[in-house]
């Protein structure tokens, strides 16, 4: 980095590359800082549930180190064969587990860094409570490799439940999954995941060797603790599913972490030639925001939801900037925040992918000329050009 | 400026007098500070005006609650003026469905839980000193709380902001759902001591109610065995909601006057509390029962009811009040260390507290392995605070050697800043100032807090912890 901001060469640091869709392209772009060679583990005490990593540690090497002594960190992310630890954080979002897991910035407790001169800081440690100095690993989670390069990261950890289960129940309809969805996730607050897919999704994630009965639309359910609590989060959950009406057969599957992961890998399938959005909303408009999107997007194929978190992904075959607008002129009213995930270059131009900044978005450009006065760390690929 | 004060917010919103200046003093800490004038915003206008005025008259500004804080952090270091929250306390909206609560920064932190838990909901956060402090100082400080063992802290349960900036301008900040696009301005701004500005309302998270509740006490004959049993525990993979410890000095302020059924002669008493649903409660309960039967209490005792329950916390949570029985002052220290080092760490520090002929008090959240050593003495006795700065400043040395840090859930403030270069190098500092300055300038807003140095920041004062760090030298862990 003291190279390269010496040089004034931008640079767009580099984990696994699942996720280089993200955003707009960098206005520049001279340097790829790959970050993949750092894989080590620096430190890590089982007992004390935390642990200390290099940043280019993929999240599925990092999980099966801990499930050798029955830990593991919550946290879901498509690819998790090759996305990175520090990657993951830097895009900053939760999964589909969000609403009981929340997101990386929720685990970490101590984070590396170099800034974008080259100098190498750090924030937090290696105790799961820290109050002392700014909580600099909060601004890095989410930042996208535009404040600095993250190259060691603390998590603290939970150990692996006793018993973990996944329902999967057929439905006529994506609509009636995702209500059913709703009504289970309020019955049932304890529940760890509960994820309605329609028909294309549920035919991809099974095709990715998700144990699911049909390419019907779903509704997974998953519970976890110990056995007997497990069973009991389920049962509400279901017994509230059916009496929305949901009636198709269900499955439990042995297969959970296949299972899960192939749904999760969703997240970064869209079909050739299609533009993935996602929505992020207060989970109780949900349906309403769906129905929205169903009228405006008739087209619309894949549909995956959070039903529990509020977060929704689809798939069109095609949509104009002036759609997008007017979409989010629609969603505004119910909190909802559209972004496109991954669509053609010229529709990215064409609108801003990741929706309007905000009122915090004053203080977000300052905060990146302090950390990047030469804005050369991934230049214009965030929000509002940061 | 007191003048254009009352103007903005009429007389009966402004304090100057002496006499009534003087409850503005202090907060939980040793370190005092001498505010000109006190202002009692009732709304963001009145927030954004009064900042203005003192801007204007160059005047530095330090917001505060309940006061209860324990790093010093709603002291006015340099004078000027506090802008005192305490009359914004109103619960503005419980969203039910979403889980979520509006909230002014004056609410107290009790009182959310109450108006949460009528609506079969929590709000996770439980300080201590809930029945007094506020949640704009619980989002400065970071709070935690006994039970942020099984749900995190402060950070984890806000979701968006409404921040007055040092420059008077007023934003939301976050968004009604998790990680949505852009930097967490949240994550920056708690636990930022109320360095970066005014916090004027607060989108928080509230958490499902569990449906079943189980607290045991177990009563051991050595500090040891407590820690031990805590140790494993931690190990077991079970997450109690709460894990807690209390020793013989607390136990013997808070029984006389509180009655909790503590044993007097007992080393050490843990409360360990498991909730969820009814048969996680009865597994995980009989679970726990038997990980701390293995390290020889004198006995474990449950509790399911609520006023048994209330009862038992009352002893933990009153402690602090209670030990004004034994002596008229405490120091209270917050530091925090990976909780294998949890046994040896509370050996060093009964060691330190002998050494220094004070008496030590511990009652703290053992299953975050942070530590709450409480040192008792009286100020009116010649040389007695400076053995307990001294003394203190060991026992956060203690935590840093250990992989530890300084503070886990009180801050840093006026009180550790000059213990934070411990841990911290000048980069790190560095960017932790920039951070600070990139929310505008701030030279006159909150001085003298988190970090070290400062001019007029009662450097004579320090003098002390100057010594202590030279003793050790610095940056021994960077």
């Given at each position: 980095?003291?190279?390269?901001?010496?040089?004034?060469?931008?640079?767009?640091?580099?984990g696994?590359?699942?996720?280089?869709?993200?955003?707009?392209?960098?206005?520049?772009?001279?340097?790829?800082?790959?970050?993949?060679?750092?894989?080590?583990?620096?430190?890590?005490?089982?007992?004390d549930?935390?642990?200390?990593?290099?940043?280019?540690?993929?999240?599925?090497?990092?999980?099966?180190?801990?499930?050798?002594?029955?830990?593991?960190?919550?946290?879901?992310?498509?690819?998790?064969?090759?996305?990175?630890?520090?990657?993951?954080?830097?895009?900053?979002?939760?999964?589909?587990r969000?609403?009981?897991?929340?997101?990386?910035r929720?685990?970490l407790?101590?984070?590396?860094?170099?800034?974008?001169?080259?100098?190498?800081?750090?924030?937090?440690?290696?105790?799961?409570k820290?109050?002392?100095?700014?909580?600099?690993?909060?601004?890095?989670?989410?930042?996208?490799?535009?404040?600095?390069?993250?190259v060691?990261?603390?998590?603290?950890?939970?150990?692996?439940p006793?018993?973990?289960?996944?329902?999967?129940?057929?439905?006529?309809?994506?609509?009636?999954?995702?209500?059913?969805?709703?009504?289970?996730?309020?019955?049932?607050?304890?529940?760890?995941?509960?994820?309605?897919?329609?028909?294309e999704?549920?035919?991809?994630?099974?095709?990715?060797?998700?144990?699911?009965?049909?390419?019907?639309?779903?509704?997974?359910?998953?519970?976890?603790?110990?056995?007997?609590?497990?069973?009991?989060?389920?049962?509400?959950?279901?017994?509230?599913?059916?009496?929305?009406?949901?009636?198709?057969?269900?499955?439990?599957?042995?297969?959970?972490?296949?299972?899960?992961?192939?749904?999760?890998?969703?997240?970064?399938?869209?079909?050739e030639?299609?533009?993935?959005?996602?929505?992020?909303?207060?989970?109780?408009?949900?349906?309403?925001?769906?129905?929205?999107?169903?009228?405006?997007?008739?087209?619309?194929?894949?549909?995956?939801?959070?039903?529990?978190?509020?977060?929704?992904?689809?798939?069109?075959?095609?949509?104009?900037?002036?759609?997008?607008?007017?979409?989010?002129?629609?969603?505004?009213?119910?909190?909802?925040?559209?972004?496109i995930?991954?669509?053609?270059?010229?529709?990215?131009?064409?609108?801003?992918?990741?929706?309007?900044?905000?009122?915090?978005?004053?203080?977000?450009?300052?905060?990146?000329?302090?950390?990047?006065?030469?804005?050369?760390?991934?230049?214009?690929?965030?929000?509002?050009?940061? | 400026?007191?003048?254009?004060?009352?103007?903005?917010?009429?007389d009966?919103a402004?304090?100057?007098?002496?006499?009534?200046?003087?409850?503005?003093?202090?907060?939980?800490?040793?370190?005092r500070?001498?505010?000109?004038?006190?202002?009692?915003?009732?709304?963001?206008?009145?927030?954004?005006?009064?900042?203005?005025?003192?801007?204007?008259?160059?005047?530095?500004?330090?917001?505060?609650?309940?006061?209860?804080?324990?790093?010093?952090?709603?002291?006015?270091?340099k004078?000027?003026?506090?802008?005192?929250?305490?009359?914004?306390?109103?619960?503005?909206?419980?969203?039910?469905?979403?889980?979520?609560?509006i909230?002014?920064?004056?609410?107290?932190?009790?009182?959310?839980?109450?108006?949460?838990?009528?609506?079969?909901l929590?709000?996770?956060?439980?300080?201590?000193?809930?029945?007094a402090?506020?949640?704009?100082?619980?989002?400065?400080?970071?709070a935690?709380?006994?039970?942020?063992?099984?749900?995190?802290?402060?950070?984890?349960?806000v979701?968006?902001?409404?921040?007055?900036?040092?420059?008077?301008?007023v934003q939301?900040?976050?968004?009604?759902?998790?990680?949505?696009?852009?930097?967490?301005?949240?994550?920056?701004?708690?636990?930022?001591?109320?360095?970066?500005?005014?916090?004027?309302?607060?989108?928080?998270?509230?958490?499902?109610?569990?449906?079943?509740?189980?607290?045991?006490?177990?009563?051991?004959?050595?500090?040891?065995?407590?820690?031990?049993?805590?140790s494993?525990?931690?190990?077991?993979?079970?997450?109690?909601?709460?894990?807690?410890?209390?020793?013989?000095?607390?136990?013997?302020?808070?029984?006389?006057?509180?009655?909790?059924?503590?044993?007097?002669?007992?080393?050490?008493?843990?409360?360990?509390?498991?909730?969820?649903?009814?048969?996680?409660v009865?597994?995980?309960g009989?679970?726990?029962e038997?990980?701390?039967?293995?390290?020889?209490?004198?006995?474990?005792?449950?509790?399911?009811?609520?006023?048994?329950?209330?009862?038992?916390?009352?002893?933990?949570?009153?402690?602090?009040?209670?030990?004004?029985?034994?002596?008229?002052?405490?120091?209270?220290?917050d530091?925090?260390?990976?909780?294998?080092?949890?046994?040896?760490?509370?050996?060093?520090?009964?060691?330190?507290?002998?050494?220094?002929?004070?008496?030590?008090?511990?009652?703290?959240?053992?299953?975050?392995?942070?530590?709450?050593?409480?040192?008792?003495?009286?100020?009116?006795?010649?040389?007695?605070?400076?053995?307990?700065?001294?003394?203190?400043?060991?026992?956060?040395?203690?935590?840093?050697?250990?992989?530890?840090?300084?503070?886990g859930?009180?801050?840093?403030?006026?009180?550790?800043?000059?213990?934070?270069?411990?841990?911290?190098?000048?980069?790190?500092?560095?960017?932790?100032?920039?951070?600070?300055?990139?929310?505008?300038?701030t030279?006159?807003?909150?001085?003298?807090?988190?970090?070290?140095k400062?001019?007029?920041?009662?450097?004579?004062?320090?003098?002390?912890?100057?010594?202590?760090?030279?003793?050790?030298?610095?940056?021994?862990?960077?």
């Amino acid at each position: 980095m003291e190279v390269a901001s010496s040089a004034g060469h931008s640079v767009t640091p580099l984990g696994g590359r699942t996720m280089l869709d993200l955003g707009m392209p960098p206005t520049r772009y001279d340097i790829a800082l790959d970050l993949s060679g750092l894989t080590q583990i620096v430190d890590y005490e089982p007992n004390d549930f935390t642990i200390t990593v290099e940043a280019g540690m993929t999240l599925a090497d990092l999980q099966r180190h801990l499930a050798m002594n029955g830990q593991f960190l919550p946290l879901d992310h498509p690819q998790f064969e090759r996305a990175t630890l520090g990657g993951l954080c830097a895009v900053g979002r939760g999964g589909l587990r969000r609403n009981s897991f929340g997101g990386p910035r929720d685990w970490l407790i101590g984070m590396r860094m170099v800034k974008a001169d080259g100098t190498a800081i750090k924030g937090g440690g290696r105790v799961v409570k820290n109050v002392s100095g700014y909580d600099l690993p909060k601004l890095f989670a989410g930042s996208l490799g535009t404040l600095g390069i993250i190259v060691e990261l603390t998590f603290k950890l939970r150990p692996v439940p006793a018993s973990d289960q996944i329902v999967a129940i057929a439905a006529n309809s994506f609509d009636l999954a995702l209500a059913a969805g709703r009504a289970a996730s309020q019955a049932a607050p304890f529940l760890n995941g509960c994820v309605a897919l329609s028909g294309e999704a549920a035919a991809n994630a099974r095709s990715h060797g998700a144990e699911i009965l049909s390419d019907q639309p779903a509704l997974l359910l998953r519970a976890n603790g110990l056995e007997s609590s497990a069973n009991e989060v389920l049962a509400q959950a279901l017994r509230a599913a059916r009496q929305s009406g949901l009636d198709g057969p269900e499955l439990r599957t042995a297969a959970i972490v296949e299972t899960w992961q192939a749904v999760t890998d969703l997240e970064l399938q869209t079909p050739e030639n299609h533009v993935r959005l996602r929505l992020g909303l207060p989970p109780a408009n949900l349906i309403q925001a769906q129905g929205v999107l169903n009228r405006r997007l008739p087209d619309a194929t894949t549909w995956i939801a959070a039903a529990d978190s509020g977060l929704l992904f689809l798939d069109v075959p095609g949509v104009d900037a002036e759609t997008v607008k007017s979409l989010r002129n629609e969603l505004g009213p119910l909190q909802g925040r559209l972004t496109i995930e991954s669509a053609p270059i010229e529709l990215k131009q064409a609108c801003n992918v990741w929706g309007p900044g905000g009122s915090g978005v004053r203080l977000m450009h300052s905060i990146k000329e302090t950390f990047d006065p030469q804005a050369i760390l991934n230049p214009g690929r965030y929000v509002d050009g940061i | 400026m007191v003048r254009d004060l009352i103007d903005a917010v009429g007389d009966q919103a402004v304090v100057w007098h002496d006499e009534d200046l003087l409850v503005y003093e202090y907060d939980g800490t040793i370190d005092r500070g001498n505010p000109d004038v006190i202002v009692l915003p009732a709304n963001t206008d009145d927030v954004i005006n009064l900042i203005k005025i003192a801007n204007k008259y160059e005047a530095p500004v330090t917001p505060r609650g309940a006061g209860t804080g324990l790093s010093g952090g709603a002291l006015a270091a340099k004078g000027g003026v506090i802008i005192g929250m305490n009359r914004m306390r109103r619960i503005l909206n419980v969203d039910v469905e979403n889980k979520t609560a509006i909230v002014q920064p004056g609410v107290v932190n009790l009182d959310l839980g109450a108006e949460a838990e009528r609506h079969g909901l929590a709000y996770a956060p439980d300080p201590s000193s809930q029945r007094a402090c506020t949640i704009g100082g619980n989002i400065a400080e970071n709070a935690g709380g006994p039970h942020t063992l099984a749900w995190g802290t402060t950070t984890n349960h806000v979701l968006a902001l409404e921040l007055v900036t040092a420059d008077g301008e007023v934003q939301w900040i976050g968004h009604d759902t998790r990680d949505e696009p852009g930097y967490d301005l949240v994550g920056c701004v708690v636990g930022s001591e109320g360095t970066v500005g005014i916090v004027t309302q607060a989108l928080v998270r509230l958490v499902p109610k569990p449906t079943a509740v189980r607290t045991m006490l177990a009563v051991y004959d050595s500090v040891r065995q407590a820690s031990n049993a805590v140790s494993a525990v931690v190990a077991s993979g079970i997450v109690p909601a709460a894990l807690e410890m209390i020793d013989k000095m607390t136990i013997a302020a808070v029984e006389p006057v509180l009655n909790t059924g503590f044993p007097l002669d007992a080393e050490a008493v843990l409360l360990v509390e498991v909730d969820g649903p009814q048969s996680q409660v009865d597994a995980e309960g009989a679970r726990v029962e038997g990980i701390l039967n293995r390290f020889e209490p004198r006995e474990v005792r449950s509790a399911t009811d609520p006023e048994e329950r209330e009862h038992l916390w009352a002893g933990r949570k009153g402690a602090i009040g209670a030990l004004g029985q034994i002596m008229p002052n405490y120091y209270l220290l917050d530091g925090v260390v990976p909780r294998t080092k949890l046994p040896d760490v509370l050996d060093a520090v009964y060691e330190i507290a002998e050494r220094y002929r004070l008496p030590v008090a511990n009652m703290f959240h053992a299953g975050d392995g942070n530590l709450h050593p409480c040192l008792l003495f009286d100020e009116r006795e010649p040389g007695a605070t400076e053995r307990v700065l001294d003394a203190g400043g060991e026992i956060m040395r203690v935590c840093v050697d250990a992989g530890g840090a300084i503070t886990g859930e009180h801050g840093v403030g006026l009180e550790k800043r000059d213990y934070l270069p411990w841990i911290f190098t000048d980069a790190d500092m560095d960017a932790m100032k920039s951070l600070r300055a990139a929310f505008g300038p701030t030279d006159n807003f909150n001085p003298c807090k988190i970090f070290p140095k400062g001019h007029g920041c009662g450097e004579a004062g320090h003098q002390h912890a100057q010594q202590q760090i030279a003793k050790f030298g610095p940056k021994a862990f960077v």
